[in-house]
């Protein structure tokens, strides 16, 4: 050893503790060892493609078992392709071992890739996603709506992550008075389905929770299958309070977000979403309001005009017209009525006196103004013949202007011209022998 440093041992001499390799011998010695590998078929399912450079950077699950290996696929062979690959294929890739030396690091260098068919994870995704959709958890028709403004917002997410801090942050920024309650959940591996599902429970039970995010940031395909999981989709899907999806960005699409009621591409889009800017929400109020007050001043203006132009018609300038006009029929119409009534009295005053000649007309007394009488026996029935009253029967005989009695000396002669004397020296009294009914001449 000289100056406190080992000399490097001899390539082929085996390490010991005194004289161990260095680490470029060993990484040295592991990438030697593994290029005398050659290439392998592998067959498996992926769960990350990312293209950076035009290269492949991603990720292969076997399709039974919990195991992953990372592989590397250069621009150039890529080119070569004839399909298109995505995540969540099942491919088969001929590899071959690739240790970088500097690095320290193990991969799989991808010569060449074919399609195997739909994965066994993606399939059974697919089946779950057209039971669901079948069910009818999916139809739009059963999504509530979200609430304008939120007081308590209910955040389901890892604890210290940054789509915790990227919804609290947007969140506040927007509505300063917004309160969070935030249930913690692991959001990636075996014990995310049930720990997501006891935080959607717990908190749709608060009654002060209006609605629910559930946030997690971006990976890939499969640290994304806990959102993906049948319990955490039903268990949002019997959610009373809205839910909002938040999980990874815009290209990942884990079965929660169909059957969320709101799907936000990011956290930070889930805060804007959910959240009111209070700026904006200001100014709108702002612009409503001058709104309603130019209405309001517009229709003002068009009643004071309205009334101005009522104000200067004659009818309503100068209002005496209304009434003098209306004095004038009055007077008209109240001269026309004494006329007509006049008329009337005169036209009836007319009918009554002729009504009243024929009444007199008729009348016996016109008959005894005329010198008649009418005689009545002893009975007091009025005679109409001789026979009636014979010698000596009493009489009474009513005459113009008054009653006179008398005693029948019997029938008379025939001719009236000739009266007969009377014994008693009363007046004789003869009946009209022309049966006017008792009716005679009184002389």
Same mark, same amino acid.
């Given at each position: 050893m000289l100056g406190g440093r080992r000399e490097a041992p001899m390539t082929d001499a085996p390490a010991t503790r005194e004289h161990p390799w260095p680490v470029a011998l060993l990484s040295a010695k592991l990438k030697e060892y593994l290029d005398r590998l050659g290439t392998v078929w592998v067959e498996g399912e992926i769960t990350q493609w990312g293209v950076s450079g035009g290269n492949v950077y991603g990720k292969l699950k076997d399709l039974e078992t919990d195991a992953t290996i990372s592989f590397t696929m250069w621009s150039s062979v890529r080119a070569r392709l004839s399909e298109q690959f995505k995540q969540g294929d099942h491919a088969v890739l001929l590899a071959k071992p690739s240790w970088w030396v500097k690095g320290g690091t193990l991969s799989m260098q991808v010569y060449d890739m074919k399609h195997v068919g739909l994965g066994d994870l993606l399939e059974r995704l697919e089946r779950l996603r057209r039971q669901l959709a079948a069910e009818g958890l999916f139809d739009a028709d059963r999504k509530k709506r979200l609430p304008f403004l939120?007081?308590?917002?209910?955040?389901?997410?890892?604890?210290?992550?940054?789509?915790?801090?990227?919804?609290?942050?947007?969140?506040?920024?927007?509505?300063?008075?917004?309160?969070?309650?935030?249930?913690?959940?692991?959001?990636?591996?075996?014990?995310?389905?049930?720990?997501?599902?006891?935080?959607?429970?717990?908190?749709?039970?608060?009654?002060?929770?209006?609605?629910?995010?559930?946030?997690?940031?971006?990976?890939?395909?499969?640290?994304?299958?806990?959102?993906?999981?049948?319990?955490?989709?039903?268990?949002?899907?019997?959610?009373?309070?809205?839910?909002?999806?938040?999980?990874?960005?815009?290209?990942?699409?884990?079965?929660?977000?169909?059957?969320?009621?709101?799907?936000?591409?990011?956290?930070?889009?889930?805060?804007?979403?959910?959240?009111?800017?209070?700026?904006?929400?200001?100014?709108?109020?702002?612009?409503?309001?001058?709104?309603?007050?130019?209405?309001?001043?517009?229709?003002?203006?068009?009643?004071?005009?309205?009334?101005?132009?009522?104000?200067?018609?004659?009818?309503?300038?100068?209002?005496?017209?209304?009434?003098?006009?209306?004095?004038?029929?009055?007077?008209?119409?109240?001269?026309?009525?004494?006329? %007509?009534?006049?008329?009337?009295?005169?036209?009836?005053?007319?009918?009554?006196?002729?009504?009243?000649?024929?009444?007199?007309? %008729?009348?016996?007394q016109a008959t005894l103004d005329r010198g008649y009488a009418i005689v009545q026996g002893p009975d007091g029935h009025v005679l109409r013949a001789p026979a009636g009253a014979p010698e000596g029967a009493t009489l009474t005989l009513t005459l113009a202007e008054g009653v006179l009695g008398a005693v029948s000396t019997g029938a008379a002669p025939h001719d009236l011209r000739e009266p007969a004397p009377s014994s008693s020296g009363a007046r004789r009294s003869t009946g009209a022998d022309d049966g006017d009914g008792g009716v005679g001449d009184a002389e």
């Open positions: 939120p007081a308590v917002v209910g955040l389901v997410t890892a604890r210290d992550s940054d789509a915790e801090q990227d919804v609290l942050r947007n969140a506040r920024l927007r509505w300063p008075a917004v309160e969070f309650r935030t249930a913690y959940a692991s959001v990636q591996g075996d014990r995310t389905a049930p720990e997501v599902v006891a935080a959607i429970r717990r908190l749709d039970a608060d009654p002060a929770v209006e609605v629910i995010i559930v946030a997690r940031g971006g990976g890939d395909f499969q640290n994304l299958l806990g959102f993906s999981d049948e319990r955490v989709v039903r268990a949002a899907a019997a959610a009373s309070t809205p839910i909002v999806s938040a999980i990874g960005h815009e290209a990942d699409r884990p079965l929660l977000d169909d059957v969320a009621d709101l799907r936000a591409s990011t956290p930070t889009d889930a805060a804007k979403r959910v959240v009111p800017d209070v700026a904006e929400e200001l100014l709108r109020v702002e612009q409503a309001r001058a709104r309603l007050g130019m209405r309001l001043s517009a229709l003002l203006s068009r009643e004071i005009d309205r009334i101005g132009h009522l104000r200067a018609r004659p009818a309503l300038a100068d209002a005496g017209w209304i009434v003098d006009r209306r004095a004038e029929d009055l007077t008209r119409w109240v001269a026309r009525g004494t006329e %007509l009534v006049e008329r009337c009295i005169e036209k009836q005053a007319a009918r009554v006196g002729e009504l009243r000649g024929h009444l007199r007309a %008729l009348s016996p």
